[in-house]
């Protein structure tokens, strides 16, 4: 039986004098603009990976040990339910707050740290990783000349590190686009890049895609399962036509017709549309990690940028 290539996976050589325009990259911009996503194989070395999940596994117990600034651990992003659980501190034991919400000490769980923002801040290889030219350089055709890094007055670049146990606020994401977060911006279109410190699989949680999403009117959430208030100067849609979805947006982890399950190995660097729908599944197995790093780039109005955050997507 011949092999079966790996949907819209592309093996980049970061030596070659002219990376992306080989061979094997034919057809890149292409697949991306139709489908809303692409995954780059081989542009970080395994040293460089190494050193990455060194600084950021750093950066996680920083935060957790509360020696840097609370502005480095994220309670935006977990699950309320987990936070209001976690905050109630123990009978029995002293209850140290860690700076993402979670609470060490507690009878219920341990403390523990999901995200770091602001990473690139802490750890040089995230850095790197973020501005890595030839990424800047993709990001740049399929975007346009003028994209630019999400602020880091904001998020920055944020390391995630989900896991299905009690201990964890953060193990799956429902069905969103991430232009939903920010529908009164006019920073769009965009692109989110993920880099991949740990392969993904149905044992440790992996992405669901509609292909071809990014190109429908994808509604703003006015309709959401975490009944968040969206302003009232919202675009109404977003998205690269005014076609109408097929159907609803679940607003859970509901089976969408034609989606499917994008995978990625340690290293590979992931770049989804913005208006791309997408979520992430549930670990099957408790004693696993699903660890990345992400940002989002964009290519509308800098001047138009202002924090706004519509936590609309199920957990």
């Not at 692409?38 to 117990?61: I, K, N, S």
């Not at 399929?142 to 890094?149: H, I, K, Q, R, T």
Request: proline share 8%; glycine share 8%.
């Amino acid at each position: 039986m011949p092999a079966i290539a790996e949907v819209g996976v592309f093996a980049v050589d970061p030596t070659a004098p002219d990376p992306l325009a080989a061979p094997a990259l034919a057809g890149l911009d292409e697949f991306y603009r139709r489908h809303g996503f692409v995954v780059l194989r081989g542009l970080y070395p395994a040293e460089f990976l190494d050193r990455l999940e060194r600084e950021c596994g750093e950066a996680q117990q920083a935060v957790l040990a509360g020696t840097v600034s609370e502005r480095y651990g994220s309670t935006q992003y977990l699950d309320a339910r987990y936070l209001d659980r976690a905050g109630q501190p123990s009978a029995t034991a002293p209850s140290e707050r860690a700076s993402n919400g979670t609470t060490h000490g507690s009878a219920d769980v341990e403390a523990y740290v999901n995200y770091v923002e602001h990473v690139e801040e802490l750890s040089p290889a995230v850095r790197e990783a973020a501005t890595h030219p030839l990424m800047v350089e993709l990001l740049r055709r399929l975007l346009g000349a003028d994209v630019w890094m999400s602020p880091s007055e904001n998020a920055g670049v944020v390391y995630q590190d989900a896991r299905p146990g009690r201990e964890s606020g953060y193990s799956r994401i429902g069905w969103h686009s991430d232009w939903q977060a920010m529908p009164s911006l006019d920073v769009w279109p965009g692109s989110a890049f993920t880099l991949h410190v740990d392969a993904t699989s149905p044992a440790n949680g992996f992405l669901r895609v509609v292909p071809g999403s990014h190109r429908w009117a994808t509604p703003a959430p006015y309709r959401n399962i975490n009944n968040v208030a969206v302003p009232a100067d919202a675009r109404p849609s977003g998205g690269y036509t005014d076609a109408e979805p097929p159907y609803e947006m679940p607003l859970g982890f509901e089976k969408i017709p034609g989606e499917i399950a994008v995978y990625a190995e340690r290293g590979d660097l992931l770049l989804h549309d913005a208006y791309l729908w997408h979520s992430a599944a549930r670990a099957t197995e408790n004693a696993t990690t699903r660890r990345h790093v992400r940002a989002g780039y964009y290519s509308g109005d800098p001047a138009s940028y202002r924090d706004q955050f519509i936590k609309n997507a199920a957990r």
